[in-house]
């Protein structure tokens, strides 16, 4: 069942009805009603009344309260609220700030207001069921009120669905299902379901989701079921072959190099900011780049039998508690994601625990062999996992993404990607193992006795990308490597994180040449392997931060500057825009051929 539902529909639509059919008559509803009822008001007490004799008895019913409080003091036991609706709510408190007629101070304390509700529905674990109506399909109104309630309005509704996982718009009676999945009522689909609820996205869930670790109930059968697995590898080809990575668009590249001589700028200052908007415009094929619009960060969770050989510092349980916590929106990157405007998914590859259904869809197995002795995955798994990650990005593409960042979460993660990076750097043990998530003296040696023995296997099996990830890695690094991939056969920008999702990316690389032109290195981690993948793939990090958490954290930290060095492309002015004169010697209008120093980089494969 959905946890947050907002319905939306014009006036006369059936959307109160459609609202009211989604709460099971029985249960203990709160009704919200939102209106503030003006006593002379006749036609709107009527109108009230209607309503009211709907509700079934057992409704308590609460008369226009502070909504936001109400929300944040929900409690996950309470009955489902029902709020109806958001438009007379919002209607309620543009009157409070006289904000009709009133200066921008009065709107942004209804903006303020109204920023608070988003965040107390976001917060609430109690089901939620939302009432809006939908405005402004029709002329812009004439009076300013009426684009101002009409505007407002629309943010708040693309707010609020935002926080919910389930979006329905009535029309002439009819529900077309926005975004969801079957809480009953709707009758059309997403074709895609990476836009629904059941696609993990943490923008859109809440802190109901149980993660578990015992043993599954008797009645119910393990997860991954045997026929889960049959029906994953039933549709992958053996062996996993990707089509050919195409170039970024080079015109569009010569294009944005010749844009920036031209904006007001002595040429080449702007430095890897330049490097960067020009890399962005090949990716996009356009000139000058737009910012990424929808930046998608997909976390990878999976377990790893080596943890079991003392190489973490935390213990295998807490892979499956963050799982919990990526949905709930507690963890870092979704903090980071929301700062820097993307939207995080979380899959689970191979968690040693039960999760929630929409994010176990591709699972392969609990947790992944132990490397040291035994093969990370059987033939079909790497196929499945690797045909998964693919599957991933294409849905996210298809779903409106214009920027991937994979992101990985693992306890035990950092050993098979140095034993990945090692086997195919030609480092020696001892130069690729880092402290992970901390570990002490005593683990580090076991750590390099873990690596050591599963480099000996991995070694033997370098010529093939896919069999090297069968042997050493796991299902999650399998899954991201084919993400990675598929997002450069699919012509979209990606940026890399630290090493675990370098380590997938340097097979993905193998796997599909060629990858490597469609990502940019977000950050340095602190592991020492990383360093190494970077010195491999020839990318040169954005940021060094120090920071070595994963879970796509440094990517997103990155996701700024991507921004800023498009919206330099499209929004400075050109020296001929603002009369400013170029180079000594260069009549005005000229485009300048030669470069300055240091901007040769920018013909380098990152940039
Ligand atoms: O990606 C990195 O650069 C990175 C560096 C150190 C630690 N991590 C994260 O920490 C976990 C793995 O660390 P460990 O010590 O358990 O191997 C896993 O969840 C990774 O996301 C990630
Ligand atoms: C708490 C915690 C959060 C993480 N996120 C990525 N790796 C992690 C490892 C731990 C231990």
């Not at 389930?166 to 074709?191: C, F, H, K, Q, S």
Request: net charge negative; hydrophobic share 45%; charged share 25%.
């Amino acid at each position: 069942m959905a946890h947050r539902t907002l319905v939306l529909g014009g006036a006369r639509s059936g959307k109160s009805a459609h609202a009211e059919g989604l709460v099971p008559g029985d249960a203990p509803v709160t009704y919200v009603a939102t209106a503030r009822v003006d006593p002379a008001d006749e036609e709107w007490r009527a109108r009230i009344a209607e309503h009211a004799r709907r509700r079934p008895p057992a409704w308590r019913t609460l008369e226009h309260p502070d909504l936001a409080e109400l929300l944040r003091a929900a409690s996950p036991s309470d009955g489902p609220y029902l709020v109806d609706d958001i438009a007379t709510w919002l209607t309620g408190e543009l009157d409070e700030a006289a904000a009709w007629e009133g200066g921008s101070e009065t709107v942004a304390a209804v903006r303020k207001r109204a920023a608070e509700l988003v965040s107390a529905l976001h917060a609430c674990p109690a089901r939620v069921v939302l009432v809006s109506a939908e405005v402004g399909l029709g002329v812009i109104p004439a009076t300013r009120s009426g684009r101002l309630f009409r505007d407002e309005l629309g943010a708040l509704n693309a707010a609020l669905a935002e926080a919910c996982d389930e979006v329905i718009l009535l029309v002439a009676g009819i529900p077309l299902r926005l975004r969801g999945g079957d809480a009953g009522g709707g009758t059309n689909r997403e074709t895609s379901s990476a836009r629904d609820g059941a696609s993990g996205d943490t923008s859109t869930q809440t802190r109901r989701y149980e993660v578990s670790t015992s043993d599954a109930a008797p009645d119910t059968p393990a997860w991954p079921t045997q026929e889960h697995l049959d029906d994953l590898v039933a549709d992958v080809p053996a062996p996993v072959e990707l089509p050919p990575v195409t170039p970024p668009d080079d015109q569009a590249r010569r294009d944005a190099l010749a844009r920036h001589e031209r904006l007001t700028k002595p040429a080449g200052s702007l430095g890897r900011l330049e490097e960067l908007g020009v890399w962005l415009a090949g990716c996009q094929a356009t000139c000058p780049p737009r910012p990424p619009s929808r930046p998608r960060v997909v976390v990878f969770a999976g377990d790893h039998g080596i943890a079991r050989k003392g190489v973490s510092a935390y213990p295998s349980e807490v892979t499956g508690q963050m799982v919990a916590n990526f949905l709930a929106g507690g963890a870092a990157v979704n903090v980071l994601a929301q700062a820097a405007g993307a939207t995080v998914r979380v899959v689970d590859m191979a968690v040693d625990a039960d999760t929630p259904e929409f994010v176990r869809a591709h699972k392969v197995r609990r947790g992944s062999g132990c490397i040291d002795t035994e093969n990370a995955l059987t033939d079909a798994e790497v196929r499945a996992a690797v045909t998964a990650g693919r599957a991933l990005a294409d849905e996210e593409v298809d779903g409106g993404a214009d920027l991937l960042i994979a992101g990985d979460m693992g306890i035990g993660n950092t050993t098979p990607s140095a034993v990945l990076v090692a086997a195919l750097t030609g480092a020696e043990p001892v130069a690729v193992i880092g402290r992970g998530t901390g570990i002490d003296d005593e683990a580090w040696m076991r750590k390099c006795v873990a690596v050591r023995d599963a480099l000996r296997r991995a070694r033997q099996v370098v010529d093939d990308p896919v069999v090297l990830l069968r042997t050493a890695a796991g299902a999650d690094i399998a899954a991201m490597a084919g993400f990675l991939a598929q997002a450069a056969v699919r012509r979209t920008p990606v940026v890399l994180d630290g090493l675990v999702v370098g380590a997938a990316a340097v097979v993905a690389e193998e796997m599909a040449p060629g990858a490597r032109d469609w990502w940019v290195a977000g950050h340095r981690s602190a592991e020492p392997a990383h360093t190494l993948v970077l010195e491999h793939l020839d990318l040169r990090p954005l940021l060094e931060m120090d920071m070595r958490l994963g879970e796509g954290s440094g990517a997103v930290s990155a996701l700024p500057l991507l921004t800023m060095a498009a919206r330099v492309m499209n929004e400075m002015a050109t020296f001929d825009d603002a009369g400013v004169s170029g180079r000594t010697g260069e009549q005005p209008g000229a485009t300048s051929t030669g470069r300055t120093e240091g901007a040769g980089e920018l013909t380098s494969a990152e940039g």
